[in-house]
């Protein structure tokens, strides 16, 4: 073992002792950025690349176990992802097929996919529905992935689903502008039953959210971190609990 991973090993010790669980976040969202990054100053490929980041995550996941979080969101594939180069894309939704595969059979994890089906690939469909019955009675941490994901896209969705639901009940427009509320949307999200995001990590050193949860992270606490998602380390995930932990949520009182 070199000296500075030991180094890091007993500073995320010191760290993790001092973290109070009770004001632990109990929903993280995480956008997974900078693999085509991290692989160009490694000197690998891009798909190398999304593949680091892919085997980054059941890794988290165990970190989350041990600090109590009960869901996590993973940013996996933007709806504005799908328009990058077919070379670029079909590979790194392979990526995304095997790792979902992968935490359906871990046997840890609730998974469920947030994001528009119907705008993916018939096979990776097919993929996200099997993982969701697969693990449907799983008592884990309820995995989020987002894929084929954007928040405009999810409220679009959300009220289109609202709308089709009250033609159905034979509501008219003006009964249901009478009655419509905050609360009738959030019943139709991708996340619906769930409770919003208390922390929201972002790696890479952007500071944006990208569209990301729009909607359910109206109160949530940000982090963003310069590292890149494939090297994304324990310490650096236990400073984001650290650093939340220290906040005083207001909730916008």
Not at 19 to 44: C, E, M, Y
Not at 83 to 94: G, K, Q, T, W, Y
Not at 196 to 216: K, N
Request: aromatic letters at 8%.
């Amino acid at each position: 073992m070199k000296l500075r991973d030991l180094v890091y090993r007993l500073y995320a010790r010191r760290v993790e002792g001092r973290l109070d669980h009770d004001a632990a976040p109990k929903h993280i969202g995480v956008i997974l950025d900078g693999n085509r990054r991290w692989a160009k100053a490694s000197g690998g490929t891009t798909e190398q690349g999304h593949q680091a980041g892919a085997d980054k995550i059941s890794e988290m996941l165990g970190w989350c176990t041990e600090t109590d979080v009960e869901v996590v969101t993973l940013w996996m594939l933007s709806t504005d992802n799908l328009d990058r180069p077919e070379v670029e894309l079909r590979p790194l939704l392979n990526i995304i097929e095997n790792t979902v595969r992968g935490l359906a059979t871990d046997g840890r994890w609730r998974v469920h996919h947030v994001g528009n089906l119907d705008i993916l690939p018939a096979r990776t469909q097919t993929v996200l529905k099997e993982a969701e019955q697969a693990t449907h009675d799983v008592d884990g941490i309820m995995v989020n992935v987002a894929v084929g994901y954007g928040g405009r896209q999810e409220i679009a969705d959300a009220v289109r689903s609202l709308l089709l639901e009250h033609a159905r009940k034979g509501t008219s427009f003006e009964e249901l502008a009478e009655i419509l509320d905050i609360d009738h949307i959030a019943e139709h999200l991708y996340t619906r039953g769930q409770p919003d995001p208390d922390l929201v990590i972002r790696t890479s050193g952007e500071q944006r959210l990208s569209g990301f949860m729009l909607w359910q992270s109206a109160h949530s606490e940000y982090y963003f971190c310069e590292v890149f998602w494939p090297a994304f380390r324990k310490v650096d995930f236990l400073r984001a609990l650290r650093d939340y932990a220290a906040r005083h949520r207001r909730y916008g009182t």
